[in-house]
């Protein structure tokens, strides 16, 4: 079992001490305030100081375990102790990306399926028109539509 380390002493002293530095800093300058600003100030380094972090707990870290399998190779384990099942878990894990590959392919298909259909669309609607495609590429055409929308 792994614990971390707190921070060396000095450390804590060289924190301690740039703090008081910052905080006489910061209190040399209240006196040319006004009463109700300095109250604030006051009333928020209070709130700020019950806030203050407390002393964090030691944090675990995990051991990880090294297997020897069958000719001599080693590997990690998580060091939960379930060495088993090896194929097993590699299929579990796998499902999960082969859901989402089936799920890209069924996307990609009912988009492709909807531009077709809306392209057929406007296909029909060209070929069953009074007017021919060719009409449409005609620049008098598009004058003619023009004139024809600003007079209704």
Do not use: C
């Amino acid at each position: 079992m792994n614990t971390a380390q707190p921070p060396s002493t000095q450390a804590q002293a060289a924190a301690e001490r740039f703090a008081l530095r910052v905080t006489a800093r910061l209190s040399g300058g209240t006196d040319d305030l006004p009463y109700d600003i300095s109250e604030r100030l006051r009333a928020s380094r209070m709130q700020a100081l019950a806030r203050r972090k407390k002393e964090p707990a030691p944090v675990r870290l995990a051991t990880p375990v090294v297997v020897h399998g069958r000719g001599g190779a080693a590997t990690l384990g998580s060091g939960s102790g379930n060495e088993g099942g090896g194929w097993w878990n590699a299929l579990v894990s796998a499902i999960p990306l082969m859901a989402l590959v089936v799920g890209l392919v069924v996307i990609n298909t009912a988009q492709d399926e909807s531009s077709v259909n809306d392209v057929a669309e406007v296909d029909t609607a060209l070929l069953t028109d009074d007017l021919p495609p060719a009409a449409y590429a005609d620049p008098g055409f598009v004058q003619f539509l023009k004139t024809a929308a600003a007079t209704h």
